[in-house]
């Protein structure tokens, strides 16, 4: 077991990432770039022979009151049956726990709720499960995702899997004259105010312009794209895709209030889907959806939106973690929690004031 710790080290952990089946952009050395509040530590497992043979990126960020606390997304990144190797990566993480005298270790592995022999090994290393949320805000990452499995298919072949309607909707937003350009660093602008009245419609919060810049300064045009849908000449709806290694990813969307019935959205994931056929992905991610599969549930329409492109609902694990000081770790939950609730309060009377 080793730790990322030099450009070398860096570059051979980039290339073992990348060219990983389990691969994901949110273990990678450019993403934590983009979380540079967060300090990175990586832990690398490795054979006899010195390669690597699995590896865990973790954000470690102090906690006023409380402490540091240590946070790995998608993380491990390494054949999730081998014992031996996540042994090799907890004895790292829990070095780098020493180190900062953190509070926890929370990871939200890319790993299917159904995956039994993970969760025995998981449990027998001494993490605890939390695999009960069903709400996007009951977690960092979303737990049920829809996953199009795109491997060694061709545009048709796919186009063909789409249900009848979203089908007819790419069909429709093309006919009624939606144009779909990739933009540049300056047209997130457009898409930041398109995402501001997004925001205001559906009660969610808002990264800032900056937040999106940067993302687009460390991972643009190789690994990140800006796609905006224009009709007569105005920005109506856009898209954020991360491409990584054998996956694309939906990661952002905005749409206006203006022109929706041109079904724009539908031609943009058909245009990322596109992106990730022509590239040869395994994988074409839409991410996040509600657990809670119910008509009467207010994110029902995007459950249904994103089913209509032929993918795979998901159900992840779970967060699991191991709790170094529990007691801490306690009030901490508690606390979080009652932010969590104000943030939310507070993102509903800003959205209120900015529809005003």
């Not at 967060?38 to 954000?59: F, H, P, T």
């Not at 429709?172 to 047209?187: C, F, N, Q, S």
């Not at 491409?243 to 031609?267: D, F, I, Q, V």
């Amino acid at each position: 077991m080793r730790f990322v710790t030099d450009e070398k080290t860096s570059e051979e952990y980039e290339k073992f990432l990348q060219s990983h089946e389990r691969c994901n952009f949110q273990q990678s050395i450019l993403w934590a770039k983009v979380k540079s509040n967060w300090k990175n530590e990586i832990v690398l497992a490795e054979d006899q022979s010195g390669k690597i043979i699995g590896s865990l990126s973790i954000l470690v960020r102090k906690i006023p009151i409380f402490g540091y606390i240590m946070y790995s997304s998608r993380g491990p990144v390494c054949d999730i049956h081998d014992e031996k190797v996540l042994k090799q990566l907890l004895e790292g993480a829990k070095q780098i726990a020493k180190k900062y005298q953190a509070i926890v270790l929370k990871i939200e592995p890319d790993i299917e709720s159904k995956d039994i022999k993970f969760r025995e090994i998981v449990e027998k290393l001494g993490f605890k499960i939390k695999d009960n949320a069903k709400n996007f805000r009951e977690e960092i990452q979303p737990r049920y995702v829809f996953r199009l499995n795109i491997k060694d298919k061709t545009e048709d072949e796919i186009f063909a899997k789409f249900h009848s309607k979203t089908r007819y909707n790419i069909r429709l937003a093309m006919k009624k004259g939606v144009i779909v350009k990739e933009g540049t660093k300056e047209d997130l602008k457009d898409f930041h105010k398109i995402m501001i009245e997004t925001g205001a419609r559906d009660g969610f919060i808002i990264r800032s312009l900056e937040y999106f810049e940067k993302m687009y300064d460390n991972l643009a045009p190789e690994h990140m794209k800006l796609l905006m849908a224009y009709y007569d000449g105005k920005p109506i709806s856009g898209v954020i895709p991360i491409m990584y290694g054998n996956k694309t990813w939906y990661l952002y969307g905005a749409s206006s209030n203006e022109h929706r019935n041109l079904m724009p959205n539908y031609l943009l994931q058909w245009e990322m889907i596109k992106i990730a056929i022509a590239r040869k992905d395994d994988i074409y991610d839409l991410r996040g959806v509600s657990g809670v599969v119910d008509e009467n549930h207010p994110q029902y329409g995007l459950y249904r939106f994103k089913k209509g492109f032929g993918a795979e609902f998901t159900e992840f694990i779970g967060e699991i973690y191991i709790p170094f000081k529990p007691m801490t770790y306690n009030l901490y939950k508690f606390s979080e929690k009652a932010f969590r609730q104000l943030r939310g309060l507070k993102a509903k009377l800003k959205n209120k004031k900015r529809q005003a």
